[in-house]
């Protein structure tokens, strides 16, 4: 019985016209383009300079920023409040006061960001912060000697580089996971319902268990294809592969494919048209999205926010596929993720098969 269910629901989506072309095209945009965009390094700030000291040093330092390649230089105003002016217009993101008697290393510098964008105005000062660093020590304004107990290095593990794409791209494998394996099924009985199709199941004796088993196992093969795409897609387009098991990202990939799988299932068995189910499902992929620290560390969220990450299977999910894709641990390493994700997932199986009512 089984058997045929499963012929009819790949016939179902081999005779779609969009579906077949949305499974093949999706990840390879969202590899091709989206590791290009999604990066949070920051580039580009405008940055002006008030140069009160007007000595060959400060000029130096100048001609250091505008050398930089994190920031534009809008060149130099008179006074402070002209400074101002220029980063209430717009015109300019940081504004960099050299005092006088900079020269002669008797005065410090001051750093005016504009932090309406917090990230880019921290960052942008941090930068411009490092830069006058070195300046002083090339310029000796800092006495070496002295200074030789507060130098320090620092080693970066794992992505030495610092390039965001290997940050990037497992979190847009629980992307496409969560849209494709999250949005299809949620639609599949939706779509039934108002074709009238679904009264053609309900009078036969076929168990519940059965009918939505066969409604998950042809997403979580679109699982495998996509994480399949993805690997694949990572090595050739950027030469990044896992540094771990693969059998455990594909482990982690269809623990994922169950839970969502399984939460369209539910919002579709409760939902009686299209418009609905694509929006309860909405409401619970950004809710899991960005609780999941998928963008930003967890720890970062307040308190009664982060207690949310213990029932959020996503966050296992990225969690456990960055200590594999980047870090290369093992299954010991991702047990309580592995863990974490099979019971929820159960659950929702579970819920899933429960929920679904047959008309009688």
Not at 131 to 150: C, E, M, P
Not at 268 to 285: D, G, H, L, P, R
Request: proline share 4%; with cysteine.
């Amino acid at each position: 019985m089984l058997k045929y269910l499963l012929q009819k629901e790949f016939l179902q989506i081999r005779r779609n016209a969009f579906l077949p072309r949305l499974i093949i095209l999706f990840p390879i945009v969202m590899m091709s383009v989206i590791p290009w965009v999604m990066n949070q390094e920051v580039k580009n700030i405008k940055v002006c300079v008030v140069d009160n000291d007007r000595s060959t040093v400060s000029q130096q330092l100048v001609h250091r920023i505008e050398a930089s390649n994190y920031f534009i230089f809008t060149g130099q105003q008179p006074t402070y409040s002209a400074a101002l002016h220029a980063i209430e217009t717009s015109k300019s993101d940081i504004a960099l006061v050299i005092p006088p008697n900079y020269s002669k290393g008797q005065a410090q510098v001051l750093i005016a960001a504009n932090a309406v964008n917090g990230t880019k105005g921290s960052i942008g000062a941090s930068y411009l912060a490092q830069i006058i660093q070195a300046d002083k020590l090339t310029s000796r304004q800092v006495d070496i000697s002295s200074d030789a107990g507060s130098n320090s290095s620092t080693h970066t593990l794992y992505n030495p580089h610092q390039d965001y794409k290997v940050f990037m791209i497992p979190a847009l494998f629980a992307i496409l996971m969560m849209l494709m394996c999250g949005f299809l099924p949620t639609l599949n009985i939706v779509g039934e319902k108002e074709a009238g199709t679904i009264e053609q199941i309900n009078v036969t004796p076929v168990p519940k268990w059965a009918f939505i088993l066969a409604k998950l196992i042809p997403y979580w093969l679109i699982a495998l294809f996509i994480i399949t795409a993805c690997l694949l897609l990572s090595w050739a387009i950027y030469g990044i592969t896992c540094q771990g098991p693969l059998a455990l990202v594909y482990l982690l990939a269809m623990l994922l494919a169950l839970f969502f799988s399984s939460l369209g299932l539910i919002i579709s068995n409760y939902s009686e048209t299209m418009q609905q189910a694509i929006f309860v499902m909405w409401f619970f992929v950004v809710c899991l999205m960005l609780l999941s620290g998928l963008f930003t560390p967890t720890r970062s969220m307040p308190g009664w926010a982060y207690l949310t990450t213990y029932v959020n299977p996503m966050h296992y999910f990225i969690d456990a596929i960055r200590t594999v894709f980047v870090r290369g641990g093992g299954f010991t390493s991702i047990a309580h993720q592995v863990l974490a994700l099979t019971l929820i997932g159960l659950t929702m199986a579970t819920w899933a098969v429960a929920s679904y009512r047959k008309n009688n």
